[in-house]
C-alpha cells in the first residue's frame, strides 16, 4: 500500500521557518516526481514546487521562489520542504505529492498518482 505522510507543519511567526517532510513507503519511487502542493479553505489548490527522484532537477511557484527549498533523500524516501521568511499568506494545508514521471508536470494536480493527507502549516501576522 502506497504511502505518503507529511509531518513538520505548525504554527509559526512572520519572518519564521519550518521544515515539511514527506515519508514516502509502499513501492519504488525512483520513476516519480515528488512535489508539494498546498490549499485554503474555499480555494484551489496551488503548485508549490516539484524535484525528480534523483534530486538533480527542482522547479517552484512564483510566490516562493528564493524562500522555500525543496530537496529529497533517497536512502529513507524522504522529500523536504524547507520554508523560510514565512509569509502569513502562506498558512496552508500542504501536501505531497507523487506523480509518474512518464507524465508532464501537473501543476493542478490532476494527473497526481498519490497524495499524502496533509500538514497545516499557520504563519501569523
Known amino acids: 500500500q502506497v504511502q505518503l505522510v507529511e509531518s513538520g507543519g505548525g504554527l509559526v511567526q512572520a519572518g519564521g521557518s519550518l521544515r515539511l517532510s514527506c515519508a514516502a513507503s509502499g513501492r519504488t519511487f525512483s520513476s516519480y516526481v515528488m512535489g508539494w502542493f498546498r490549499q485554503t479553505p474555499g480555494k484551489e489548490r496551488d503548485f508549490v514546487a516539484r524535484?525528480?527522484?534523483?534530486?538533480?532537477?527542482?522547479y517552484y511557484a512564483d510566490a516562493v521562489k528564493g524562500r522555500f527549498t525543496i530537496s529529497s533523500n533517497n536512502a529513507k524516501n524522504t522529500v523536504y520542504l524547507q520554508m523560510n521568511s514565512l509569509k502569513p499568506e502562506d498558512t496552508a494545508v500542504y501536501y505531497c505529492?507523487?506523480?509518474?514521471?512518464?507524465?508532464?508536470?501537473?501543476?493542478?494536480?490532476?494527473?497526481?498518482?498519490?497524495w499524502g493527507r496533509g500538514t497545516q502549516v499557520t504563519v501569523s501576522a
Open positions: 505529492a507523487a506523480q509518474q514521471n512518464y507524465k508532464p508536470w501537473s501543476y493542478t494536480g490532476d494527473w497526481v498518482d498519490y
Open positions: 524535484i525528480n527522484w534523483s534530486g538533480s532537477s527542482t
